[in-house]
């Protein structure tokens, strides 16, 4: 498994599958909490990026999607990832 296998369609077919879905279910579908620091964002809207990543994963081709104790969602790699991508990532302030 390399995260480096992941496309930019990957993620927004993940993307698509949480909009379709909504947040709460996508994240209960997948196992994954709410990102603590670091947030996927496309027009204006955020999405949790570790989660975004590890389901992006199962969008390839005879892959399965990533569970979230298989790959690190920090800015050094699902963040670092998401942005070589051409992808933004903001970092969640303090509510």
């Known amino acids: ?3 480096n296998d992941i496309t ?14 909504g947040r709460d279910a996508f994240l209960e579908k997948y196992g994954f ?11 204006g809207k955020v999405y949790d990026s570790k989660a ?7 969008c390839l081709p005879g892959r399965d999607p990533l569970g979230r ?5 920090g800015k050094d790699h699902a963040a670092k990832l998401l942005t ?3 992808f933004n990532v903001v970092v969640r302030t303090a509510n």
């Open 52 to 58: 975004i990543v590890g389901v992006a994963h199962g």
């Open 84 to 86: 070589d991508l051409g």
């Open 33 to 43: 909490g709410p990102s603590r620091s670091y947030l996927l964002e496309i027009d």
């Open 8 to 21: 930019r369609p990957a993620v927004l077919q993940a993307v698509a599958e949480y909009d379709r879905i």
């Open 69 to 73: 104790d298989e790959f690190s969602g």
């Open 1 to 3: 498994m390399t995260l």
